[in-house]
């Protein structure tokens, strides 16, 4: 097997040589070395996924292996969850890079360069076994991301996006660090297998207060509420292929950062405590927050970033119950949701560039030219909703098996950002009903960021939105595939098999299959919210034709004012809601373990 | 020694208040290297050199030294708009 | 929300949250009192294994390498970000024109020429005592990283000295961005050329030399040096990025 | 107290960053804010490496085996410190270009993306 280092290496380097001969080097040349390297991590981290499902072994830089329970240097443990999150992460920027092949706006040649790093910012970042080498790939994942933020500078709205982006992910970093210091002082060590071992079960106050500071830093990047603010603000400026990379993996791997030290450094006081009940509530919030929000917006970009606070949410959610039930079905709806949104996402990207515009009362019926468009978007919002033979559908079903109360919050999450993406849909493609309503966040125009003139669409613009939509598909009817996520989320939550893995260097895994699941009542559940969404959707698009008493889309749709008045855009706002959220997060946490 | 570090930490708690409390970013910048210099010394108090030698460099010159520049650039900007009766800025992408 | 709301929410967090890390740092152990063990074991064994007398730059370039490569990149992107975000726009070609003639952004009023030739003998010694902070920082405190933030700021004693010229044509040219992408670039490549020998990324396969000699320490140094590199270069580009506009603009008023 | 008199200057330079930012009317005033807020890991960090009477781990001039500080703490400081400087560096870019797009420097009028 080539060395793990690769994974971050090999972007890295080519990175900086594409950076140094941006001069010199044609667009086309820039555009296939970096998909090619993409391309190299994708086979590379599916290799280490196959193999880390039999074999979990470790890999220590400068071979500074562990000397008896010291371990000395930084080193990256190659479990199977941990190299599938690398291998989605590079295929979202394989099909990424392919969508902006020789069109997309490179700012003077410092974009790929740029997506290489992030590529492998997010490869290490799910990879690494130390502390503080995690949060060094936070911040160099945060910092290529504000950068690509900033990629359309003729307008001041995107550098008002990125700078709360930026401000906000930055303070975020921060209490992460403050956290990994507090864990530093008490048990020298910045290894998480050897921190969890140090701390065994204590939970007192200083561990729920580097506890808090951890957590909150990261569910900042995931985007939970209340510190949801700035995602909205991102994504409605970043360019397409950067927002399939935000919206697909960048924020979940804010949840994976707190999963892997809730299950490494605390695994010995979250589940005993009910700690864990803590993403249960926070994630339910959230999923409803976000669904509202979504549901208001007219802004594709902002709905499809809307829907994604509320599925992170879920995938919070999931998390918190997973603890004790088992994580497929989060890894499974994890999956899921990169796929449908990145296609999503790039069906947005084919009406930006054709149209020049993504609001939805401005392209009302504009759509009807672009029928493959049309089908991919119907298709994702389905997805959304969690229809039948979508991966979501089979994720959501193995979570709430297990709660059922929790299927009332993912039916009304997933039914009203499906059925916000269909009654865009509806609008714009089929041309039904009114435009909707105007609001000052549909006003917001996207600014142009392909370079192509005759805005034809060529089929690198098709192609990654197809492939994202197939898989989501294909995946969810895969045995295989169900059983190896099957064990590594086994795997996830064994801190002393991961423990073993960091002193002994590697452990044997059993091959699991999945147990047999009933498939009857999820796939009605499924039907169900389908047809939900969709008539939530026509519901909306038409309600304004039927008697008043049942004109309630409107409220929904238009007049949330006071709530959608939080999403003020002042950096401000955003570190004061921040800082009530840590304090929050504390308090529940304190409460939780009394 | 370690009465001058605690009184250096006490200077450094003040300062932050001071830095943040004032309004103006010039004399914002100037409390700013101040306080860089500050922890600098720190550093060399609490034996820590080379964290010293790149604060010395980094928050008390570099730093400092692109947030003037960044000020400059912004007034140039505005003097130079100011003079040529340029349109202002696309004030009206806002829409409130 | 107003001014006035925002600062009731926040001082609501505020207290929580000041209550919070006060709780947690109740069970700290007291100031003065670091309990170890990972930095007392990394300090005993660093000159032994590594022939490194300072322990830090043991552990920056090599114990935790790893992470001084991810942090070279932060750099690296964050100058990428900078150059993107100020990068001159088909509009502004007008007013970058003045760039493009040098003589039209000569300063004012001209220093005594007492200060021009004591600040140029300045900028010789800052760039000789930055080559020696980057190259012993095995042995003694310093390092890639502090001499290369002093060799990038000597050129600015050339803009003190009004030698603007000198100055533009040191900074601005494309071969220091070729430098910061070649020194990041020669980090990582370090790193692989250990692959090559059959050893894990970023292991010392250099001899380590005798212990306090300029080029003891194997990796160490040479890392440190390629950072020097990337780092001067990367400080230069950004304080160019900020002030190509000022002189451009200066040059233009004065045209 | 004295025990834990640095930690509690470091909690205090973090409220204050966080206060300044939330305060904030000018966006290099914010960035400056951060700043500040950065600096409370570096106090938070120099503390808890720090040993009475421990010497600088650097063994030039001393002898292997003599007490030094913690030298793990202040490898992380460097990164932090390169860290603080990236990200003003990157936030003061965006600052300048909006000024010199939208013609402001106040929070306020950065609002393009309410509701």
């Not at chain 1, 339910?284 to 929000?293: D, P």
């Not at chain 3, 220091?176 to 990324?201: D, R």
């Not at chain 3, 990796?219 to 304080?239: P, Y």
Request: charged share 10%; with cysteine; aromatic share 10%.
């Amino acid at each position: 097997m080539p060395s793990p280092a690769l994974l971050v290496a090999i972007p890295l380097t080519v990175a900086a040589l594409l950076s140094g001969l941006r001069r010199l080097l044609p667009r086309r040349c820039a555009d296939l070395l970096s998909i090619l390297t993409a391309l190299g991590n994708l086979v590379l981290a599916s290799l280490w996924t196959l193999h880390a499902l039999h074999r979990t072994q470790a890999y220590w830089f400068g071979n500074w292996y562990p000397r008896g329970s010291m371990v000395l240097g930084i080193g990256f443990v190659m479990g199977p969850a941990g190299c599938g999150l690398a291998t989605l992460a590079a295929l979202l920027t394989t099909l990424a890079l392919l969508y902006s092949w020789r069109d997309l706006d490179s700012g003077g040649g410092h974009y790929h360069p740029l997506m290489l790093i992030f590529l492998a910012a997010m490869s290490g970042f799910v990879l690494t076994a130390d502390l503080f080498n995690l949060f060094v790939f936070f911040e160099l994942m945060s910092v290529a991301a504000f950068a690509l933020c900033g990629l359309k500078t003729r307008e001041p709205a995107p550098l008002a996006g990125a700078f709360n982006f930026a401000v906000t992910n930055t303070v975020a970093a921060f209490l992460v660090l403050t956290g990994i210091a507090l864990l530093y002082a008490v048990t020298g060590a910045l290894n998480l297998a050897q921190i969890g071992q140090e701390l065994g079960g204590r939970h007192d106050r200083l561990v729920l207060a580097a506890f808090t500071f951890l957590i909150t830093g990261f569910l900042v990047k995931a985007a939970a509420f209340p510190f949801h603010f700035w995602l909205p603000d991102a994504h409605a400026v970043a360019p397409t292929p950067v927002c399939v990379l935000f919206s697909g993996i960048m924020v979940q791997l804010g949840l994976f950062g707190a999963m892997r030290v809730s299950a490494t450094i605390f695994h010995g006081s979250l589940a005993p405590t009910g700690l864990h009940d803590l993403f249960v509530v926070s994630g339910a919030v959230t999923a409803v927050w976000g669904a509202m929000m979504c549901f208001a917006e007219h802004h594709l970009k902002r709905l499809l970033a809307f829907s994604t606070v509320s599925h992170t949410g879920l995938m919070t959610l999931a998390f918190g119950l997973g603890v004790r039930n088992g994580l497929t079905g989060l890894f499974l709806y994890l999956t899921g949701h990169a796929l449908v949104k990145a296609g999503l996402f790039f069906a947005a990207g084919i009406l930006l560039h054709r149209f020049r515009s993504v609001s939805e009362p401005a392209l009302h019926g504009r759509g009807k030219i672009l029928p493959w468009t049309c089908m991919l978007w119907f298709l994702g919002g389905l997805g959304l909703a969690g229809a039948p033979a979508f991966l979501l559908a089979s994720g959501e079903a193995r979570i709430t098996g297990a709660a059922p109360w929790a299927e009332t919050v993912f039916l009304l999450a997933g039914v009203v950002t499906g059925a916000a993406v269909l009654r865009a849909g509806l609008r714009i493609f089929l041309g039904l009903g009114d435009a909707g309503p105007v609001d000052r966040s549909s006003q917001v125009d996207e600014l142009p960021e392909t370079t192509d003139a005759a805005h034809t669409i060529h089929w690198h613009l098709y192609l990654p939105a197809c492939i994202c939509m197939g898989g989501a598909v294909v995946l969810s009817f895969w045995a295989a595939f169900t059983n190896g996520v099957f064990s590594a989320s086994r795997g996830f939550l064994d801190f002393p098999a991961y423990a073993h893995v960091v002193y002994s260097g590697a452990i044997l895994l059993p091959q699991r299959i999945a147990p047999s699941f009933s498939h009857t009542a999820p796939l009605l559940q499924a039907l169900v919210r389908a047809l939900l969404a969709l008539g939530l959707a026509f519901w909306a698009v038409v309600h304004l034709r039927l008697p008043r008493w049942l004109r309630w889309p409107s409220h929904l749709e238009g007049s949330m004012r006071p709530i959608r008045a939080l999403q003020s855009g002042h950096p401000g706002d955003y570190v004061a809601w921040l800082t009530v959220g840590c304090a929050t997060v504390g308090a529940a946490a304190f409460w939780l373990v009394r | 020694m370690m009465i001058l570090g605690v009184g250096l930490l006490a200077l450094i708690g003040v300062s932050a208040l001071v830095i943040v409390r004032t309004d103006d970013v010039t004399n914002q910048l100037l409390g700013l290297s101040f306080y860089g210099l500050l922890f600098a010394l720190m550093f060399f108090l609490f034996q820590a050199p080379d964290v010293a030698l790149s604060q010395i460099t980094v928050g008390a010159i570099a730093l400092p030294l692109m947030i003037m520049l960044a000020i400059t650039r912004m007034k140039y900007h505005s003097e130079s708009t100011h003079q040529n009766k340029a349109a202002p800025p696309a004030r009206e992408a806002r829409h409130d | 929300m107003t001014e006035r709301h925002r600062l009731l929410l926040f001082l609501a967090g505020a207290c929580g949250l000041a209550v919070l890390y006060l709780a947690g740092i109740r069970n700290l152990p007291p100031w003065g009192q670091y309990r170890g063990p990972y930095g007392d074991v990394i300090a005993q064994l660093a000159v032994f294994q590594r022939h490194a007398t300072d322990t830090v730059n043991a552990i920056t370039y090599d114990y935790r390498g790893f992470d001084t490569l991810g942090e070279e990149f932060i750099l690296f992107s964050a100058v990428t970000g900078v150059m993107l975000l100020l990068r001159p726009e088909d509009g502004q070609t007008s007013r970058a024109g003045g760039e493009k003639n040098p003589a039209s952004f000569r300063d004012r009023a001209a220093l005594s020429e007492t200060v021009q030739v004591l600040a140029s003998g300045v900028f010789g010694f800052s760039v000789l005592f930055g080559v020696y902070i980057g190259t012993h920082g095995q042995l003694t405190p310093g390092g890639g990283f502090q001499g290369g933030v002093i060799i990038a700021a000597a050129p600015m004693l050339l803009y003190i000295a009004e030698n603007t010229e000198a100055f533009r044509r040191i900074v601005s040219h494309p071969v220091t961005e070729a430098l910061e992408a070649a020194g990041a670039a020669a980090y990582a490549l370090i790193g692989l050329a250990a692959l090559a020998c059959g050893a894990p990324f970023l292991t010392n396969v250099l001899p380590l030399g005798r212990t306090g000699d300029v080029l003891s320490s194997g990796t160490i140094a040479l890392i440190s040096a390629c950072v020097g590199v990337e780092v001067a270069a990367a400080f230069l580009l950004l304080i160019w990025e900020y002030l190509r506009e000022i002189l451009a603009r200066a040059g233009n008023a004065e045209a | 107290m004295l025990a834990h008199y640095p930690y509690f200057i470091a909690a205090w330079v973090f409220l204050c960053g966080l206060y300044g930012i939330v305060r904030s009317r000018h966006l290099v005033h914010t960035v400056i804010s951060l700043a500040i807020l950065q600096t409370s890991t570096y106090i938070l960090l120099l503390a808890i490496g720090f040993r009475k009477g421990g010497y600088a781990p650097i063994f030039a001039d001393i002898h292997p085996g003599v007490v030094t500080v913690d030298p793990v703490v202040q490898a992380l400081m460097l990164t932090d410190v390169v860290v603080e400087a990236t990200v003003v560096a990157l936030l003061l870019a965006m600052v300048v270009k909006a000024y010199e797009k939208g013609g402001t420097t106040s929070p306020d009028d950065l609002r393009y993306m309410r509701g």
